[in-house]
């Protein structure tokens, strides 16, 4: 439980407290903003909008919300568009950061001017457009703003070990769109020149779906001598 990965104490003339969390924390995190996706979603005052930045909008105000009333999450916030760490020019979807205290992991310290976990937002399907990819999540072949491809590539999440990404399906079901990323992915592990391997498959954490919500692991090797990246997908059927 949150409660035995962590401790506080005051520190005096900056926040008000220490954070100390293991990584395991993290995914507790995620286990968090898991839970909350469908309340947000069945939410009866939540507008019924369809673009990821009005989703996303959204998503971070129920969140924010949820984290000042749970026991465990109050010292933390989520900010939209931040700018990435390493790569200033791009923009985060949505930043976790502390809020009232030093978040410390793993020897990384995080206030609320860094990001403690980093997480994209895609649609699924693509919307369509002239600089659109249908493979997006994964890889855009005409710009670099594939969802996946951001973190190998090290645009997103240089500093990080861990990420997540949250699709909002809305059209058919998180089963076959995780055939069809899956297909996307052997595909580009097929090509000789590819840095694409079947290493990067994405794989169904067992007993986690519930309520329209389908969670995925992965892993993931990076360019510019980065470390690996492990990834949670979090996909939340929106009809």
């Not at 369509?128 to 994964?138: A, N, P, Q, T």
Request: charged share 30%; with cysteine.
């Amino acid at each position: 439980m949150l409660a035995n990965s962590h401790s506080t104490h005051a520190q005096i003339g900056t926040f008000g407290k220490d954070v100390h969390l293991k990584m395991a924390s993290l995914y507790e995190l995620l286990d968090f903003i898991a839970d909350e996706l469908p309340r947000w979603r069945d939410r009866t005052d939540r507008k019924d909008l369809s673009s990821e930045t009005e989703l996303t909008s959204q998503l971070i105000g129920h969140l924010n919300s949820m984290a000042r009333l749970s026991t465990g999450w109050d010292f933390l916030q989520f900010r939209p568009e931040e700018p990435d760490e390493q790569q200033r020019g791009r923009k985060i979807d949505i930043a976790v950061s502390a809020c009232g205290a030093t978040v410390l992991v793993e020897g990384r310290r995080c206030t609320d001017f860094g990001t403690l976990l980093p997480i994209e937002c895609k649609r699924l399907p693509t919307p369509k457009g002239k600089d659109r990819d249908e493979r997006e999540y994964v890889i855009n072949r005409k710009k670099t703003t594939g969802g996946i491809q951001r973190f190998k590539a090290g645009h997103h999440g240089g500093e990080h070990k861990l990420a997540a990404m949250i699709a909002y399906v809305q059209d058919e079901t998180a089963e076959i769109w995780h055939r069809r990323v899956t297909s996307w992915i052997k595909e580009l592990s097929g090509t000789d020149s590819s840095e694409w391997t079947d290493k990067d498959l994405l794989h169904i954490v067992p007993d986690s779906e519930r309520a329209g919500l389908s969670i995925y692991n992965s892993t993931h090797s990076r360019r510019k001598g980065l470390p690996d990246i492990k990834m949670r997908h979090l996909w939340l059927v929106m009809n």
